[in-house]
Nanobody, 128 residues
Framework: QLHVVESGGDLVQPGGSVNLSCAAS????????VAWIRQVPGKEREGVSG??????RTEYADSVKGRFTISRAKNTAYLQMNALKPEDTAVYYC???????????????????????WGRGTQVTVLS
C-alpha cells in the first residue's frame, strides 16, 4: 500500500505563497490518483484539488481555482498555493487512491470518497 507524507506547511501573510509536497513510497505511485484535502476543526473536510495518475488531468474546488496548482512528478505530488487568504487556513492532507480505471480524476470531493492512503497533515496558517 502507498504511504504518503506531507511537508511544507507554513504561517504566511495574506497574499503569500506556500508549496506543499507529498512524498510517496511503498507502491507504484502512478497507479494512484492523488488529492489534497483540507480540514478546519468543526467543519467538513474540503477536497481542494485532485490529479490523475499521470498528471494530465486536474480538478480544483471553486474556492481555489486560479490560485492553487496541483502537480506530480515521479514519487511526489505538490500543491502550489498562491494569493493565500485567511480562509485557506487549515490542516492540509495528501490522500491517494488506487485507480485502475484510466486517466481521469474521479469525484473525490464528497465526504464518502474512500481514499486508500492518508498522510498525517501539514498546517497552513494565513494570518488575518
Amino acid at each position: 500500500q502507498l504511504h504518503v507524507v506531507e511537508s511544507g506547511g507554513d504561517l504566511v501573510q495574506p497574499g503569500g505563497s506556500v508549496n506543499l509536497s507529498c512524498a510517496a513510497s511503498g507502491d507504484t505511485f502512478d497507479s494512484y490518483i492523488v488529492a489534497w484535502i483540507r480540514q478546519v476543526p468543526g467543519k467538513e473536510r474540503e477536497g481542494v484539488s485532485g490529479i490523475s495518475r499521470f498528471g494530465t488531468r486536474t480538478e480544483y474546488a471553486d474556492s481555489v481555482k486560479g490560485r492553487f496548482t496541483i502537480s506530480r512528478a515521479k514519487n511526489t505530488a505538490y500543491l502550489q498555493m498562491n494569493a493565500l487568504k485567511p480562509e485557506d487556513t487549515a490542516v492540509y492532507y495528501c490522500a491517494a487512491k488506487f485507480w485502475p480505471y484510466g486517466e481521469i480524476v474521479p469525484s473525490f470531493r464528497g465526504p464518502t470518497f474512500d481514499f486508500d492512503s492518508w498522510g498525517r497533515g501539514t498546517q497552513v496558517t494565513v494570518l488575518s
